[in-house]
């Protein structure tokens, strides 16, 4: 309990999952890899307790960190926002992004246009890496 792990390691960029988008960020990573651009692939598994040493080790380790989640603003983008602040990895060397869904009521329609509408596709994902090295 409490612990996540890495799917895949890379240098780049760490992208951290938390919840069911893991399948959008390997597709992600097949294009940003196909770009040029090496991604770890984390999933957290658990908010609370935060995997701190992995959080850790993904900001000391990378230009950029990007967390995936399938919940709105408040949620694990900010729990790990906090941890990031309370361990002073907040000094600007490594780029942070929090992807959550929505604060809207969205409509209801497949599962793929509503994650389209929320920008967590892995065409989002690509977008939000090569935004966040340039």
Known sequence: ???????????DVAILNYGARMGECLAADETLTQKGISATIADARFAKPLDVELLTQLAKNHKALITIEEGSIGGFGSFILHALNDNGLLDGKCKIKTMYLPDIFQDQ???????????????HIVNAVTSLLK
């Open 109 to 123: 329609d497949t599962p793929y246009k509503q994650y389209e509408d929320a920008k967590l596709n892995a065409s």
């Open 1 to 11: 309990i409490g612990k996540g792990y890495i799917v895949k390691d890379g240098t």
